[in-house]
């Protein structure tokens, strides 16, 4: 069919609010998709962006049905499981903000660095954004597209080989842009500053970018008097301020963030927004992103930056354990091989309590447990759970969304193997893609 003719058809579909547009639209090429945006009006493009999350939606929630059934297999446990399909849906979706906005957008290695799964993320982003060098230096191999570097401070010893796998390097003070900023210059890059934008909401002070005192980023006062002096040495300014929030947050951060720094980034080449944005949840207003975004652009005439990293993967992976034996201490006590101290550090660091599919909160549902890690950490619990049948030794559990900031932080504590990773690919084939062992846990003692 002529292209011209698809898109007509296509146009249609939106209107309908038929919600196989949505799938058509991101299997068009870029230049069909460019004409397709421009033909819609408002209120067409609303409804696209609803019909691309509608999508999405129904996807995700035919995937846990997928999850559970590989869980009740003879899949070998703990392992993380990925959908590769999954991850792609979370890419259409930031590709949708890209194609709206002529954005840039950065996958942040530091939630999620299992390269076997980069080729379908490169399909769709720019990127990657990197914490140092063996993060510059896996984006640069295995990514293979535009690699930003920011480290709170560099060291001497690594930043020569940082530089050779980097295409932007971001400083986290002025002295670190005048030491490392000329050598970063004669390898080709470009350079940003990090700044504190003056304004966050993250409530808890472990995960708030700007919390009180925060490390984190040039401070305005700093700014103002050291930035005039160094200005032709920056190509960029970067913001990080987010954690799992919304675009509404956004919203609040680049009032403070336009008020402080507005006067300084005309004459930049970008602004980099950091991450934190959820921008692949059911509830994320999309629609005030691209708005926030294309506002920006206009305004000050750079290019933005998006470097999410949760977003890439959220609820693409799951964790599955075995329960390995049920005791009785008062309550009952359901132990399993994957633990939370090793394999979800986020759980007791956060704190937060994951899902798991069909279970409900401890009483819900007639079979009530406290869910425990193998290791010998007392606070090795993942917390209480309950379930509409009992749970025996050989029981499969599968955690939700696990494929973010699990696998980049899990540890060999008490000498406990880590979990598999396997990848369902889009052939629905599921792939061992590595097995640890022994080697791994004696290599890091030494
Ligand atoms: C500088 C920077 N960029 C990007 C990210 C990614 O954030 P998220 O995974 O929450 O989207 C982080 C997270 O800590 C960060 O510190």
Redesign the pocket.
Known sequence: MAVDRKIEEMIQAIAAKDIDAAGAYHRLPGEARRKVLEALDGKGLRSLTRLIKNAKKQRFAAADKRFLEIADGDIATPVYLIDETLIEENMRVMRYVKDRTGCRILH?L??YASFSTFPVMRKYLDGV?ASGLNEARLGYEEFGKEVHT?AVAYNEKEVGRILKYSDVIIFNSFYQLRQYGPMAKKEGLEIGLRVNPGHSEVATEMYN?CAPNSRLGVVYSAFKEEFPASKEWVDGIHF?A???QNSDVLERILRSFEKLYGQYIRGSKWVNF????HVTRNDYDIERLIRLINTFKKRYGVQVYL?????SVLNAGVLISTILDVVKNKIEIAIMDASAEAHMPDVLLMPYKPHIKGSAPPGKKRYTYSLGGPSCLAGDVVGGYSFDRPLKKGDKLVFADMA?YSIVKNTTFNGIGLPDIAVIRSSGEIELVKRFGYREYRDRQS
Request: aromatic share 4%; net charge negative.
């Open positions: 942040a530091k939630a954004c920011f970018p990080h987010m954690c799992e950091g991450g934190g944005h470097e999410p990293g949760e977003a973010l």
